[in-house]
């Protein structure tokens, strides 16, 4: 336990190093067993959790041998916050004794599958002996039904129980999923196993199963992690928060740290008003944090995220005191659009002041719009990394199963990661694919390399357990693209899903249109205003207009400096006709005026 002065002298330095935000403090300081926390894109989320953690190590709140657990949902996530954790905790905690405290023995930080593979790795030999050499498990797509048949040598109807398990994930089925649950798993168990596979799913799953069967081993989780700390808890699926509710006893202490405007993955099984349903559950207190450093020094782009977020507060009528000057390139067809934002680009470029400066430019989807803008860098000789492949992209998909696949193979022979085998693993990559063959697979390959420099480099202090779980588990969650911050080009091109939890000096966000933001699924098919885009808010269309305005909200603030809209009078339809269409209603937000440049 840290003495009243050196306990006085940890609280001046987290008081200097959060400037007296009131609210950072608040939430390292607070008292509260269940603290849940509104964290918007540059508020200083990460260094208050930083913060948090070692005023919770250094006034001795975990006992040793137990541990806090921090768990977030996307793999790079988990890892950039064990990195800063492991960088920065030492700096704070320098205090008489602290020199045996050994961070990394004090904490688990990770995601959810990294987690359960640890469970696994330790305590599946009681569901089938493989589970204990689970790196060398062949990863596989259980929502893939034809794949699945192949792989296993089992009817299509086998198969079928695999893939209506998946779909419910994503759909947030829980009474599928309960009822189905015995069913997948011992298929997962009997089938998947015996095979040498395990599904992305079926990884959970199984950590579930074990809990639920094996008391014992859940009570010991339950104690040897007294304090749970979640980021971007926003994104949580379904099995995910099972997993966490399972985690959490009586006495356990919480903080769940999440931004629901940055709720974008709907489409594949983030659950809908999820801080406020673990509000309820566990009565926690809310904590909102109410500064923007990322824009602190940009008005404009400060009053931009301020009317946003009081957009999605109120849909129907948000209290606006300052209207967010916005810029704009606005043209007649998606041709002079195109060229506009390549010479906008290359001012941009050549500038003395910035040349150095990150860019990119992103898209809600990829089509024949995008195209049209890759045109238009081409002829002006502007280098840029082609990034525009979706979540659901077969090849990109297929990329990352066949990397887990040949990753898998060579660890049966070379469990080390040194640079010599992950410049053979490169190789077996170089040799399964023609770099030439598609610009997704030149993206893949260039991906792939700077991710594999990055764990020799920013992740060296990782054990090779950690490394291994950190690499299959970006194969198996398809987060290569999470490696575009390491990427030499200084333009990239990318969709906004894409982007997330990655940052650019300045973003472009073409295609500022009706039938392109919102697109004809995601809002304008069922509006009534197609002939203005006057958009109205009620009940019928509120939870797909916030579900839009997440997107347009994370595209924006992936820019540090400042963001640029364009659209045109004329789009493109997807067959390359041309379309006429209105201003994107995203732009017409109560508290947006346009500037046209």
Request: include cysteine; glycine fraction near 4%; aromatic fraction near 10%.
């Amino acid at each position: 336990m840290l003495s009243k002065p050196e306990q006085d002298e940890l609280l001046r330095k987290l008081r200097t190093l959060h400037s007296d935000d009131e609210k950072q403090l608040e939430i390292i300081f607070s008292k509260s067993k269940r603290l849940i926390v509104e964290a918007p894109a540059g508020y200083g989320k990460t260094k208050t959790m930083i913060s948090k953690v070692a005023y919770l190590l250094a006034t001795e709140q975990v006992s040793r041998p137990k541990k806090i657990l921090v768990l977030t949902f996307s793999v790079n996530a988990a890892y950039k916050i064990k990195k800063e954790l492991v960088e920065h905790l030492p700096h704070l905690v320098q205090c008489s004794g602290s020199s045996q405290l050994r961070i990394k023995e004090r904490l688990f930080v990770s995601n959810y599958h990294g987690f359960c593979r640890h469970v696994l790795k330790r305590y599946g030999y009681l569901l089938h002996p493989k589970l204990s050499n689970l790196d060398i498990l062949k990863s596989v797509d259980d929502t893939k039904t034809q794949e699945i048949t192949e792989i296993l040598g089992i009817s299509f109807d086998d198969a079928s129980i695999f893939n209506e398990f998946g779909t419910a994930v994503k759909n947030v089925d829980k009474q599928s999923l309960s009822r189905i649950f015995n069913q997948y798993t011992s298929g997962i168990i009997d089938r998947f196993l015996d095979k040498n596979y395990l599904s992305f799913n079926g990884i959970i799953a199984l950590t579930l199963k074990i809990f639920h069967g094996y008391d014992e081993i859940l009570q010991f989780y339950k104690s040897y992690f007294p304090i749970i700390i979640v980021d971007e808890f926003q994104d949580t699926n379904i099995l995910s928060w099972t997993l966490l509710k399972k985690l959490v006893s009586e006495r356990s202490q919480l903080i769940f740290m999440g931004d629901s405007l940055q709720r974008i993955y709907g489409f594949i099984g983030a659950i809908p008003n999820l801080i406020s349903e673990a509000e309820q559950l566990f009565s926690m207190d809310r904590i909102v944090m109410n500064k923007n450093y990322r824009f602190m020094s940009n008005p404009g782009m400060l009053q931009l995220d301020r009317n946003i977020r009081l957009n999605a507060e109120n849909p129907n009528a948000p209290i606006i005191q300052t209207n967010a000057e916005v810029q704009i390139m606005s043209v007649a067809n998606q041709l002079e659009e195109s060229k506009k934002i390549a010479q906008k680009l290359s001012l941009l470029l050549s500038s003395e002041e910035i040349q150095s400066c990150k860019v990119a430019i992103l898209v809600k989807q990829r089509g024949v719009n995008a195209d049209k803008i890759i045109e238009a860098l081409v002829e002006k000789d502007i280098s840029y990394f082609y990034a525009l492949f979706g979540d659901d992209d077969s090849t990109y998909l297929s990329f990352h199963r066949e990397c887990a696949s040949q990753f898998g193979e060579q660890l049966q022979k070379d469990i080390s990661i040194s640079k010599g085998s992950l410049n053979k693993f490169y190789s077996k990559m170089e040799e399964k694919y023609d770099c030439g063959s598609s610009p997704v697979i030149k993206s893949m390959m260039s991906l792939l390399k700077a991710f594999l420099s990055r764990i020799l480099s920013d992740y060296s202090f990782l054990s090779v357990e950690d490394k291994v779980i950190f690499i299959r588990d970006t194969f198996e969650h398809s987060s290569l693209k999470q490696s575009m911050e390491s990427i030499d080009e200084n333009v990239i091109i990318s969709t906004i899903h894409g982007a997330k939890g990655l940052e650019w000096d300045y973003v472009f966000m073409p295609d500022m249109e009706q039938f392109s933001m919102p697109n004809w699924r995601g809002l304008c098919g069922e509006c009534y205003h197609k002939s203005n885009c006057n958009l109205t808010i009620n009940g019928r269309n509120e939870t797909k207009f916030l579900e839009e305005l997440s997107v347009f909200y994370v595209g924006v603030t992936r820019a540090r400096k400042q963001i640029f809209f364009s659209a045109s009078k004329t789009r493109l339809k997807s067959n390359g006709e041309p379309q006429g269409a209105n201003l994107s209603c995203m732009l017409k937000l109560p508290g947006i005026v346009l500037v046209e440049i």
